[in-house]
């Protein structure tokens, strides 16, 4: 199959909305003589009028090559080799053209391994290929876009172009084999219809409803980055609302989505933490992981709290004993670091000190590292459930009159000196 080539004087995309960083590395490689293309979702933004994320770089360039041409580059990667080029403030990705290897080859040798586990999932590939098949083993047909340095035309092997016009999310390939091989693609699809308002095309959209319980094979700790950008894109609701549709929130979230199927109206906390966070986003604000998942899960962990205050808990252990069984069991599908989880437990126990405002309890908690955090869970949670009005205008009193309080710096580390050596 020939690609499509759209020349330059039929497309938007323009070397100045093109990170220089990116510039450099596209035309050093050209310049060296090899194949350099910009590759996946820069291109696909570019197309699409949007600012992209981070630039990635295609070549036949194999990694040792990439290597000695650029000073400022690190080889990186167990599963696939692939070179960072460092810039002050940014990293090009540079990888090797990708080829997928033909099923049932056993032939190993250095570079080229293949391996699927017995669910289907491919464990490791890095096999060098062609541009055609460096596309072809892309997720979906809009990011299998190159943008080649040489004429700066856009090839498309997949048809991209096409489903970029009728804003289509569509699989390249079987999508049941394709989601077997990397069940996080699943989630890639979710986020890309929310972020870009694209539809999943309808073979690929039946399969994630026929395979969502796929994901719960993906590596935890992928899960976790992945969970991130679900939230952190700007359109975390839209996302949402995707996931919730195509079911897979369950293999995500077990424990939680469940309580929420118990009670629909359990949903609008989410909903509207989700809308907070694309706020905070618009906004150009940053929330960190801790700050997001007391907020996501704020209710149930509330409940939680109180089923085990109920039960003669005081507060303070029930924060912390709800906080931590929920998320540590959470980590088997999505691996929360144990620093976040005590970030939320923080939070959830610093709550029942928004009630006590007599005397310098207030002062103490305003000088003390968590507050920050907790008051904005507070105001958050008193806004969604119409509550604590009296104690939100106490506290928003207490902070316009307080002096700027530094945070208490955490005492530095000195290292000890060694003698110096005579
Ligand atoms: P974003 O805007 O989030 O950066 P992206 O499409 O650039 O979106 P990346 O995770 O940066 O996504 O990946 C870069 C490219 O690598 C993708 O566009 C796609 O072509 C390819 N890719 C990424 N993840 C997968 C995957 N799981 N399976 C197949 N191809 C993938
Ligand atoms: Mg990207």
Redesign the pocket.
Known sequence: MKPSVLKRSDHNVSRKNISSAAVKVLYHLKDEGYTSYL????V??LLLNRN???F?VATNATPEQIRKIFKNCRLIGRRFRLAHILFRGEIIETSTFRAPVPEGDTDLCENTFRAEDNTGMVMRDNIFGTPKEDAL???FTI??LFYNIADFSIIDYAGGLEDLDKKIIRVIGEPDKRFAE?P??MI?AARFAGTLDFDIEPAAYESICRNNQLLSNAAPSRMYEEVQ?LFFCGHAKAVFKWLEKTDLLHPMFDEFSHWIDEDKSRHEWVIQTLDQMDRWRKAGLRVHPGLFFALIFGEYHEFLIQQQIDTGTSPHDAARNAVHSHLKGMCKNVQVPKAVIYQVSDIMSNQQRFERTKGRQPQRFMQSRGFLDAFLYFKFSSKVHKRNSELMEFWSEERKNAPEIPVPEKPKRTRKRRPPKR
Do not use: E, I, L, S
């Open positions: 590759a996946g979702g820069g696909r933004d992209p994320k981070d990635d083993r892309r997720d990011n299998a990397d996080v693609r890639r950008k």
